[in-house]
């Protein structure tokens, strides 16, 4: 018992003693308590705080510019099908109305209007809704399928609102744009992202010809041919399209960069046909040229794999090897990045190339050529002149070359070692002779191509 007790009596001394200590530091030892919330800088996102303090950005002023300026456009088309089971076994039919509608973006007072070529393809009968229920008729001036882009125009009496183009080059990732089109054949809507990324190719087969810019603003059925709007309200894009499973938003949507689309209508209205330039080069991005060159040690750029003899990338010096890494200054990450730039000039442009050779950097001045193709739709190819030079090589003085790829099965064949010097057992001089052989061929009928090689072979194929 006594032992006990003089346990408990220890015990409790010790006690008395560890609270006096804690006490004694607690009174001599302040607790600080840091103010992390106002060493954290603070950014402003852009919406309203919860004391209605000023905004940032005012999304209002860009929506009342643009949503005036951006109409809905209603293609008629007129198609022949079936129209009984005895129309299935025997043939015949009847005419049937069909409709599609999209959206379009009035870029001046007297009523031109750029919307996506996909839009009013085969439209027997366009027509155009303003934002205030105006109803126009309205006339194709033109289109250019490989960027989906197409002009069209309506006549009014007052001058329409309008959207001034913007500089796409100047467009900055996670930069607020808005879309504005007519979504599910609703009015004018508008909706807010940021740009998720510029320069991105859409092309499955690896030939990219477009460059578009991706946001995460919502774009859905029927914003097709709408604007791509910056904060001030200036026209950065074209809404093209989406990736999606479900064939409505989920997260991805692309436009046309603004200053493609412009150099693309000034093309139809001068011209009536759009005229690309090119460097005449070909290219892969420095990054997979480098898995297997140990000598590449840029991780951003082109790899110039081809040169095309007689270009102006030839004439001005550029060599297979080269590492292209600005145009005009501009800097060029990856291959979209050339294709986007050098799509918003003109042949006899000239850019000044910026590349990198054997450690050393040097700017050159490039011309550019005019490109000249024609695609061969049912080949799944699209074909292009060829310059006297590179002809010489494969010992002929007549044939086209393929230009690019549109079908995965015919990018199995490499292409870039042959001339085609006849088609269907016709010879051909130039697209124009491709052309003339292809719309007066009988669909039914298979192809045959005649080619010659480096060597000076020559091999025919028939593709049935």
């Given at each position: 018992m006594k032992k006990n007790l003089t346990l408990f009596a220890v015990a409790l001394l010790a006690g008395m003693v560890t609270l006096g200590g804690y006490?004694?530091?607690?009174?001599?030892?302040?607790?600080?308590?840091?103010?992390?919330?106002?060493?954290?800088p603070v950014v402003n996102t852009g919406f309203t705080n919860l004391d209605n303090t000023a905004l940032a950005f005012d999304f209002t002023t860009a929506a009342e510019t643009s949503v005036n300026a951006v109409v809905h456009v209603k293609n008629t088309t007129i198609s022949k099908g079936p129209t009984s089971i005895m129309d299935f076994f025997y043939g015949g039919g009847g005419e049937r109305e069909m409709v599609g509608t999209g959206s379009g973006v009035i870029i001046s007072p007297d009523g031109y209007i750029v919307t996506n070529n996909h839009v009013i393809e085969n439209a027997s009968e366009l027509e155009v809704t303003l934002n205030d229920n105006q109803m126009f008729a309205a006339e194709l001036i033109g289109t250019d399928p490989s960027t989906d882009i197409a002009l069209i125009k309506i006549e009014s009496d007052t001058n329409l609102p309008y959207l001034a183009f913007g500089d796409s080059n100047e467009v900055k990732v996670g930069e607020w744009v808005l879309a504005v089109g007519n979504p599910f054949n609703l009015t004018s809507t508008v909706t807010a992202g940021i740009v998720s990324a510029k320069s991105r190719?859409?092309?499955?087969?690896?030939?990219?010809?477009?460059?578009?810019?991706?946001t995460d603003a919502a774009v859905n059925r029927g914003n097709s041919g709408g604007a791509l709007v910056n904060v001030r309200g200036e026209l950065i894009g074209i809404n093209t399209a989406i990736t999606s499973q479900t064939g409505s938003y989920v997260g991805y949507s692309f436009a046309v960069p603004s200053n493609n689309t412009k150099k693309v209508i000034e093309d139809i209205l001068e011209f009536g046909f759009v005229q690309r330039g090119i460097l005449g080069i070909r290219g892969v991005n420095v990054a997979d040229a480098a898995k297997r060159l140990p000598d590449v040690s840029e991780?951003?750029?082109?790899?110039?794999?081809?040169?095309?003899?007689?270009s102006g990338a030839d004439l001005s010096g550029i060599q297979q090897g080269d590492i292209i890494k600005q145009i005009d200054g501009i800097s060029i990450n990856k291959f979209t990045d050339l294709v986007g730039y050098v799509g918003s000039k003109r042949p006899n442009d000239i850019v000044d190339v910026t590349i990198i050779r054997d450690g050393d950097t040097k700017t050159l001045p490039v011309t550019l050529v005019k490109l000249e193709t024609y695609q061969i739709d049912d080949l799944g190819i699209e074909v292009k002149n060829v310059s006297e030079k590179k002809l010489k090589e494969f010992n002929t003085n007549y044939g086209v070359s393929v230009n690019r790829v549109l079908t995965r099965d015919?990018?199995?064949?490499?292409?870039?070692?042959?001339?085609?010097?006849?088609?269907?057992?016709?010879?051909?001089?130039?697209?124009?002779?491709?052309?003339?052989?292809i719309e007066n061929r009988d669909s039914r009928e298979p192809f045959s191509l005649t080619m010659i090689d480096r060597d000076g072979e020559v091999n025919k194929f028939i593709v049935r």
């Open positions: 006490k004694l530091l607690e009174d001599k030892t302040p607790v600080v308590i840091t103010q992390s919330q106002q060493e954290i190719d859409l092309n499955q087969y690896g030939s990219s010809t477009q460059s578009f810019i991706q991780t951003e750029g082109v790899y110039v794999s081809t040169v095309e003899i007689g015919m990018g199995k064949f490499n292409w870039d070692d042959v001339i085609i010097t006849k088609i269907n057992d016709e010879r051909v001089e130039n697209i124009e002779d491709v052309r003339r052989i």
